[in-house]
């Protein structure tokens, strides 16, 4: 099984590409990962209920069981307005980009997972909204 940041990474994908799509959000602001646990930071309109954040879990949950495959491949910047990337690093030529499968294509350095099942369960152990108005989401893996 591979290493549980490389796990936490690619759930890190999954989890913006859901609230990318279905919440409005425009990609996480802060992001911070780590074994035990993970934070994400999202600007939303308005707050989330506990109906959404489960709504959130279930999703991301579909997309791991979906069991996509995780790729990774390079283009050229003038080639990355095909894709529909956030956070395009301004100081290379060429960009990273992780595919999983037909759902998210990202520009990203890290380490990920071959398949999406390989990530295991997610959970959302926590949500608030924070002073500057954006939702805090904590979330973990087994």
Not at 60 to 89: C, G, M, T
Not at 114 to 130: A, K, W
Request: hydrophobic content about 35%.
């Amino acid at each position: 099984m591979p290493a549980t940041l490389t796990r936490m990474h690619t759930a890190e994908h999954i989890l913006t590409a859901v609230m990318r799509k279905f919440y409005h959000a425009p990609r996480n602001l802060e992001f911070h990962l780590n074994e035990k646990k993970t934070k994400c930071d999202y600007e939303v309109p308005g707050s989330l209920n506990e109906q959404e954040i489960t709504q959130i879990e279930t999703r991301v949950n579909q997309e791991i069981n979906a069991n996509h495959s995780v790729s990774h491949f390079w283009v050229r910047r003038e080639e990355a307005d095909e894709y529909d990337l956030w956070k395009v690093p301004v100081e290379t030529e060429e960009i990273r980009i992780i595919k999983i499968g037909q759902f998210d294509a990202q520009p990203c350095r890290g380490e990920h997972v071959s398949y999406t099942q390989e990530i295991g369960t997610f959970s959302i152990s926590s949500h608030e909204l924070r002073e500057n108005g954006r939702v805090r989401i904590r979330f973990k893996i087994a």
